[in-house]
């Protein structure tokens, strides 16, 4: 069984390695797959979105993600047993729940408090290190989740808020999730919504972005415009995106994850 | 059999790891060996030298390497079977040529058509994800190279056009191919190059960069210069390089990839 | 037996992979952990720090670590034999001393020669591929020690100076080691340094930084405060830091390593 891992920590300090090595010095024969490090800090709602997004696939087994500015508070450290065998560990802050629910739902959750599966002393600022990587570990050894700590009500984990779009047959009002390193820039928007004003491939539309307006084409990919073109696009996780073909889109506008985008059909 | 994997998807997004986890789905006991996916986004010419300068010091796999900017576009995805048992999985934009013909030469390339081994559906803008990963996990399982799709002549791989050098006995005309993270500032040029010029290590030379003229001295490694000069070296993969001991060449000069670089003897 | 694996090497090059691909070569079954590649640019002493810091928490094995501005000149190649089966790799500058030293003290030491283990031709550059990538992958497969070269006396080996803190009853005036991606500022200090100023959490204190005095409190953890105060903390290393709550103190203060920090008690 294999161990995924998606944090806020980023690969210029030793976080994710020293993770790495907790997990090993436990379970030395389990794999661990990185799927990012690179969720912006304390990006809670990034973190989700993306863990919900790519876990499809990815092998099923211990999936365990910590975006945690809450880490030495009262919130608590959870593990999640869902379908098709996966098990999620992290704080319990809403990172783990969508992918769970995504994934075929939540059928039992733990709160992680026996400290026979955690390294002491248990440190105030990293339990990344000291609570969530031995328990992730110990259940890609088989380890029971019960032999965490006492199951909790699934309807109890925190849940986040997802911005919601607001869309009419005339006028989007959208925002911006996050933006990769080509600039892209994913709304929160899929097909449907940019179908129900009418826009398909080859339609042009008007975007209203910081104050300024712009148009833009719907398009399939990148290589469907010209260059230096700004196209509207379902990118590869059903989402909408903002792109400039052979550009960034991000640099350009200025734009920053939770900006707003409103989107009409060109005159 | 291992995959070595190369890309400009970088690390701050999720591209890479969902690549590892395609190709971990389909082929559990596969290792992959992250080359490096820090190549300038959409830099395809930079990306080719990378890969042919180091796939030498790599085991023999399958090599899978993207960069991709033309991603759905009407430009093949291809494999392609070299010398040594090496097999390539990627765009066909000349990604892949130059590493293959350096390590002994192309004995047979397909284009990689049948949807069998990649992932239904196949989005427009994400084939790392959906066709490469999925091919090259399949060829590191044993698949034949046939079975991908059918075969196309080695002479119709598109190939890059590297900037050449403009040499003479009495100046040399570079230019910057590209800059890596100590701001060590590879050039178009080898060690024989230079030599023409009749600069050896000690010999003292005059570069002329974005319009300004610095001595520089033709050195072995950092430590043969003292602390702020500017050195002109062979690096580790046989080309020369400009750097500056103990600081960063790329820096003090504002030097991108592509900046023109002259060399004389100084006077 | 695994590889720990630490550099200044970054992520947007191909100089960690191409060092993963020749120990593959070489030790095919060895696993590689990679602490981190994002020490500082030729950061010695935060790397012997970082190496310090994390070792305890990895597997026993080789330990590989390459922060390396003097490669090519006279300092040495050296291999050590610590306690518990360790074994270190790296430039003779002092990166790997601090480490063999808090894990047990050092059992032998040995200057690598012996060509027989290297890449030939060995490049002036880059040692961390063709000397010590090669030698960790030979110690790693079971190669005796003394195989690389002569026995050199444990007390030749080269040391670091680390900033000392001046610490009174009344005053600290420490120094920040290194700052890590969430901005937060690590101290040459201990819990049992500000307690001797009478610092307990909750204590308020005074910051001196750049010429300009800041409150802060000291605090167990980032939830202790409120959204932007700044707090004084035990980090998961046991070092004093320095935090803003929901924020990145380097930032704020515009700091960099080598900065000076006066500490004193809130009047």
Redesign the interface.
């Known amino acids: 069984m294999?161990i995924?891992f998606?944090t806020d920590?980023?690969?210029?300090?030793?976080?994710?390695?020293?993770c790495?090595?907790?997990m090993?010095?436990i379970a030395?024969e389990v794999?661990i797959?990185?799927?990012?490090?690179?969720i912006q800090?304390?990006g809670i709602l990034q973190g989700s979105l993306?863990l919900a997004?790519?876990l499809p696939?990815?092998?099923e087994g211990v999936h365990l993600a910590v975006v945690d500015?809450?880490?030495?508070?009262?919130r608590r450290e959870i593990a999640i047993r869902g379908a098709d065998k996966r098990l999620y560990v992290g704080p319990d802050n809403g990172l783990l729940v969508p992918a769970a629910e995504k994934l075929g739902g939540i059928e039992a959750a733990h709160e992680i408090t026996n400290r026979k599966y955690a390294?002491e002393p248990v440190?105030?600022?990293?339990h990344g290190?000291?609570i969530f990587s031995p328990a992730a570990a110990h259940l890609a050894k088989g380890l029971d989740l019960a032999e965490l700590g006492p199951a909790v009500e699934p309807h109890s984990l925190r849940r986040l808020e997802v911005p919601k779009a607001d869309i009419s047959e005339r006028r989007i009002r959208a925002c911006c999730l996050y933006v990769?390193?080509?600039g892209n820039m994913q709304l929160n928007l899929t097909r449907a919504d940019v179908e129900r004003l009418g826009a398909v491939p080859g339609t042009q539309v008007e975007l209203e972005l910081n104050s300024e307006r712009y148009y833009a084409v719907a398009a399939?990919?990148?290589?469907?415009a010209r260059d230096g073109e700004i196209i509207l696009?379902?990118?590869?996780y059903e989402n909408i995106a903002i792109a400039i073909s052979?550009g960034?889109a991000a640099q350009t506008f200025s734009a920053q994850p939770g900006v707003d985008v409103r989107i009409t059909l060109a005159p």
């Not at 500015?69 to 009262?74: A, F, I, K, L």
């Not at 696009?233 to 590869?236: G, V």
């Open positions: 294999s995924t998606l920590f980023g690969l210029e300090d030793d976080f994710v390695g020293t790495h090595g907790v090993k010095r030395p794999e797959i990185d799927i990012t490090h690179g800090a304390q993306v997004n790519t696939y990815l092998p500015p809450g880490v030495g508070s009262e390294l440190s105030a600022t990293f290190r000291d990769d390193r080509f399939r990919t990148f290589a469907d696009y379902e990118d590869a052979g960034s």
